[in-house]
């Protein structure tokens, strides 16, 4: 099975600005998550989504939304950029059952760069 | 919110074991310990969970006391592979919680 994908691998924005990511799950796979990882604050969650619904919500601003499509692909959005918006991008996904069994599959991330 | 405590950092020789310990004293009843680690600027890459049993597979054994209350990775032959930052992560239902991790470093 193919893994989890992360498109694109890096990205340079200037602030401001909005930006889209994308993810692809493995294939089966119904749950996509997102975490943001800093130097400072390690990995942070983000948002979780199962089935096109937004089923869990870290604490984090307006700013950062994302969905997910009939077939699992995840994308997610920050909008009006700041330059603390610069991290690594990880999308992760699992199976999606409501087990609490199930580990997460990690993607390779997105570089975004707020300048 | 932090649920778990772990050494910032930790060395061990290669070709020796590796125990990398755990603090997650406030773990509820249904919540599982799992144990994930990340090679530098990779995605986290999935070690080994487990409820209340010691688990065993390919990649490393997981050591859970009976209170629940801490836990320990083993590595049992450690490579110059391993250097990483590990993550032990408890989790119900929801988001997982990574903490600070332990950077793990295997000396030649």
């Known amino acids: 099975k193919a893994g989890v994908t992360q498109t694109p691998r890096y990205l340079i924005k200037t602030r401001g600005q909005q930006v889209t990511l994308s993810c692809s799950p493995i294939?089966?796979?119904?749950?996509v998550s997102w975490y943001q990882q800093t130097p400072g604050q390690g990995l942070q969650f983000l948002f979780e989504?199962?089935?096109?619904?937004?089923?869990n919500k870290g604490n984090f601003p307006g700013r950062f939304s994302g969905r997910q499509f009939s077939n699992s692909r995840s994308e997610m959005n920050v909008s009006t950029l700041e330059l603390g918006d610069s991290a690594l991008y990880l999308c992760?996904?699992?199976?999606?059952?409501?087990?609490?069994?199930?580990?997460?599959?990690f993607g390779p991330g997105t570089r975004l760069t707020v300048l | 919110d932090a649920k778990t405590t772990q050494p910032t950092s930790m060395d061990c020789a290669e070709g020796r074991a590796a125990n990398l310990p755990c603090n997650h004293s406030?773990?509820?009843?249904?919540?599982?310990v799992y144990w994930y680690r990340q090679i530098h600027s990779q995605g986290p890459q999935y070690i080994i969970h487990?409820?209340?049993n010691n688990e065993t597979n390919e990649m490393a054994s997981l050591i859970i006391t009976e209170d629940r209350k801490s836990s320990t990775l083993i590595l049992p032959h450690a490579t110059l592979r391993d250097t990483a930052v590990y993550y032990c992560?408890?989790?119900?239902?929801?988001?997982?919680?990574f903490g600070t991790g332990t950077s793990l470093t295997v000396i030649p």
């Open positions: 992760a996904s699992s199976p999606g059952t409501a087990s609490i069994r199930n580990e997460q599959f």
């Open positions: 294939s089966g796979h119904r749950s």
């Open positions: 989504y199962f089935s096109e619904t937004q089923r």
């Open positions: 406030t773990i509820s009843g249904n919540e599982y």
């Open positions: 487990g409820l209340k």
């Open positions: 992560i408890v989790r119900a239902l929801g988001q997982f919680y």
